[in-house]
């Protein structure tokens, strides 16, 4: 294996999200989303770097998000880069529907991040939040598990799923609102 990982993998928890950074042909950095139970259970993205097709060199920690419900389902998990070099990451609302609506919380978000983990200035939020929602990119997703970037244009499409009737691919725009609730 390229790295075993005590991950919680109950209900729709574990590994989650997995990508390379824009320039791992030279840096070899590879980026995980994965729940934790340590310091209480939780969803971290960290980065490890890759010697061959092992990891080595340890874990970096980049955000430990806030501890999770006792539900186990509507943890996202999609994280890729954008053409703009920052790292964006799909957080579901961890089936606590209103925390998609409080832009001070990042459940139900698309987060965006710098590659070192820190937060982008120029996120929409930064300036009006405090802490991890400054990382809040867009709102009012109920779980965004998967999203694509367009070659080129950079242009984001978020897949989120739906409730009962519909699952949604949405426009990713800076500042957005889908609506869930």
Do not use: C
């Amino acid at each position: 294996p390229f790295i075993t990982l005590p991950v919680d993998p109950n209900g729709e928890r574990g590994l989650i999200g997995v990508t390379l950074h824009p320039q791992f042909a030279s840096n070899g950095y590879v980026y995980l989303y994965f729940t934790t139970a340590e310091n209480g259970t939780h969803n971290r993205i960290s980065r490890f770097t890759a010697g061959g097709d092992v990891a080595t060199g340890g874990e970096t920690v980049l955000v430990d998000l806030p501890n999770l419900s006792s539900a186990q389902n509507h943890n996202g998990g999609g994280m890729q880069f954008g053409i703009d070099g920052r790292l964006y990451v799909g957080v579901g609302d961890n089936a606590q529907p209103a925390l998609a609506q409080d832009r001070g919380n990042v459940f139900g978000k698309m987060l965006r991040f710098n590659a070192d983990g820190s937060i982008p200035s120029d996120n929409p939020f930064y300036a009006t939040q405090s802490g991890l929602a400054r990382a809040v990119w867009a709102s009012g997703l109920r779980n965004p598990f998967s999203f694509t970037i367009q070659p080129g244009s950079g242009r984001l499409h978020v897949n989120d799923v739906g409730q009962d009737t519909w699952e949604e691919i949405n426009l990713g725009a800076a500042g957005a609102n889908y609506g869930w609730p």
